[in-house]
């Protein structure tokens, strides 16, 4: 994609969603912090509908511990990889108090001592919480980064360093958010919605994929 593409790529997608959000609900550091590492592989409705009950009796490093681990799977074993996910929060917990006074570190280096924070994790948490320009490049952005030419790359960390390098500054604290709505919504992985796509102009995919194509099927 060239550069001039890049640009008003991103400025159409601020003009239509000039404040772009998670669609992770959370009230705090530690509820989003707790609602990402949850998100691995799961979907933000999912997480979110588990969430609400949880963060309702437990909003705290110390009320997670509280609940222990049986009751922490109680509340979120409608999400994928459960076990291993509460196992990793209640880790994350006890670390949160015993070398960060309970609140959530504004370092990636900081954010991937903890349990169950990776790269992509940090990114979310430094870039929503604390409002830093980072990448967290998730499935989404990594398809449409590609699919684009926006920003190729054969792995994620590729792609992340790709899109912190061609985004116009302008555009670098919310470009996560455009790309992951995007993705989710519009430039579907089976099936891109070329024909009712606001980027078309500016993309490089070929050939667009029109209202009307059938959807492949695998020979049988
Ligand atoms: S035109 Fe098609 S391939 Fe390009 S971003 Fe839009 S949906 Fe994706």
Redesign the pocket.
Known sequence: MKKSDISAFFAILQAANPHPKTELEYSSHFELLAAVLLSAQATDVGVNKATRKLFAVANTPQAMLDLGLEGLEGYIQTIGLYRSKAKHLLQTCQILLERFDGQVPNSREALETLPGVGRKTANVVLNVAFGQPTMAVDTHIFR?SN??GLAPGATPLAVEQALLKRVPKEYLQHAHHWLIL?GRY??QARK???WE?S??AH?D?KP??PLKTPLKTPAS
């Open positions: 449409v699919r684009t995007l519009v430039c891109p919605r070329c796509c980027v078309a993309c995919f667009k994929t």
